[in-house]
């Protein structure tokens, strides 16, 4: 038994930060993917964080992430018999990137440095080029700015 109490003071545990696995959330606005913003230092996180990645603050708010962003890159993965599943980083308004599930279609191909909105049908979320007609530009611009957003 002593032994055995010695070896557990020598075992270090990982430090949870997220509160939970799951990205969505209802907030007055509607369905929303869940960000934390730190209190201390502003850090805006994705997920409900219990600490701040940034300066290990406690002192953290849940917050509604913007659901339109840039798409910053991209991949179509060939999935068996699913078929194709697009998947990219998308940087919201803001300083948060996330890996999300993205839906395209022949009018709105994916494209890096084109805007995206968020897409919810149920647990389901994705993102999709955010203009669905044949106008859809590369927008040098936005990405130019999504990328001084960056940390
Ligand atoms: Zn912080």
Redesign the pocket.
């Known amino acids: 038994m002593t032994a055995a109490t010695a070896t557990e003071v020598l075992v270090s545990s990982p430090v949870a930060d997220l509160e939970s696995d799951g990205l969505l959330g209802e907030f007055p606005e509607g369905p929303r993917l869940v960000g934390t913003t730190?209190d201390?230092?502003?850090?805006t996180m994705i997920g409900t964080r219990i600490v701040?990645s940034?300066?290990?603050?406690t002192d953290v708010t849940r917050v509604a992430l913007p659901t339109a962003g840039v798409l910053y890159t991209f991949t179509r993965l060939h999935v068996g018999a699913e078929g194709v599943r697009p998947l990219g980083y998308v940087d919201f308004d803001g300083d948060v990137r996330t890996l999300a599930d993205l839906r395209e279609t022949e009018d709105a191909p994916l494209m890096p440095g084109i805007r995206v909105a968020l897409g919810v049908d149920g647990d389901a979320w994705w993102f999709a080029p955010e203009a669905t007609d044949a106008s859809i530009a590369p927008a040098a611009t936005e990405a130019t700015e999504a990328s001084e957003e960056e940390k």
């Open positions: 730190c201390a230092c502003g850090n701040c940034d300066c290990v603050g």
